[in-house]
Structure formats: structure tokens, C-alpha cells
């Protein structure tokens, strides 16, 4: 309501203060789920990281404000399946060229998308397995495709991680499993 507001400016100061305070409390989690992930991905510092890429750090800054938990699927499912910020951290540090850095994931498949393509693709391979996803989240477990289960679409393989919540773990293109 407040960003709504902030946009159309029809924001009263008392209600730009809250909007303020809010994405200020956003960038501090953010940014502490940013560290958490290079280290995980790469093993450095924020400010190394930020010194060696910096045209990636720029996109994480910006994402810090601009992204917003999305549900993908809730049609007929279970449960809402959707990404969080972890989620998106995750899938575009570690399996998106735009993003790819080197390090443990260096050798990681990776999407041959554009950023805007992986929401898509994800949203894709979700509705095309959703009767499978449901059978997982009904039983109050995870739901996951990889090695020579995973999804084909369009002349790739894809792995997905859905924890019982509901909430996109993992996505990523695979190398073809029968090679």
C-alpha cells in the first residue's frame, strides 16, 4: 500500500517515514542474505566481492529493493509454490550467466537466459509439474527432479527443489543426463 502510495505520490510524510523505514529494514536483511550466499557460492567477503564484480554487485543492490517474494503457481496446487529473495539469490549467483562468478560454482550449468527468461522458464516448469508436485506437498514432503528425472523443455534438462512449504528452492539447467 505505502509503495503504491510512494509511486502514484499520494504519500503523506508520516507514511513516507514508515515506506523509509521499511526498505531500510529490508536492505539490512537483504544484504546479510547477500553475504550469506557469496560465502556459500565463493567464499568472500561482501567488499572483495564487491571489488571483483562489480557490475554484479550493482545488480544486487538494485534487487535488494526491486524484488518482491512472488508466488509462481497457485492454481490447483496444494500450496502457493513461490521464490523469496533467498530463493532468487540462489538460482542467479550460482546458475545465471548474467551473474556467473567463479568459485565452487564456477562449473555449475548454467541458464543461457536472460534473468526476466529464468522467472519465466521457472514458472513454466512448474505448471508442467504440478500434478507431481502435488503429490509430494500432499504427503508433506519436498518436492525434487534431477539426474534422469529432470524436467526437458524447450532442448534442456532442468533440476528443481520445492521444500513442503511450498517455496522454490532450487532451479537450475542440468547437462543432458544421458550423456
Given amino acids: 500500500e505505502l509503495e503504491a502510495k510512494f509511486y502514484s505520490k499520494n504519500i503523506s510524510k508520516e507514511e513516507l517515514e514508515e515506506f ?14 547477500i553475504k550469506k550466499e557469496i560465502k556459500r557460492s565463493t567464499n568472500k567477503t561482501l567488499d572483495k566481492f564487491k571489488e571483483e564484480y562489480p557490475e554484479i554487485y550493482c545488480e544486487l543492490q538494485k534487487s535488494i529493493v526491486q524484488f518482491d517474494t512472488e508466488t509462481l503457481y497457485y492454481h490447483e496446487t496444494v500450496r502457493p509454490i513461490y521464490w523469496n529473495y533467498e530463493s ?17 560454482n564456477e562449473d555449475k550449468t548454467k541458464f543461457q537466459y536472460t534473468q526476466k527468461d529464468i522467472r519465466r522458464i521457472l514458472k513454466i516448469a ?8 502435488n503429490e509430494r506437498l500432499k504427503e508433506g514432503k ?14 534442456n534438462h532442468y533440476s528443481l527443489h520445492i521444500l513442503k512449504d511450498g517455496r522454490v528452492s532450487t532451479f537450475h539447467p542440468m547437462e543432458n543426463p544421458a550423456e
Avoid: P
Fill in 20 to 33: 523509509n523505514s521499511f526498505l531500510k529494514q529490508r536492505r539490512v536483511v537483504r544484504t546479510e542474505q
Fill in 88 to 104: 532468487y539469490l540462489h538460482i542467479y549467483l550460482r546458475h545465471c550467466d548474467e551473474l556467473g562468478i567463479e568459485g565452487r
Fill in 126 to 133: 512448474i505448471e508442467n509439474l504440478k500434478d507431481k508436485i
Fill in 142 to 155: 519436498e518436492f525434487r527432479i534431477w539426474g534422469d528425472k529432470t524436467l526437458y523443455f524447450n532442448g
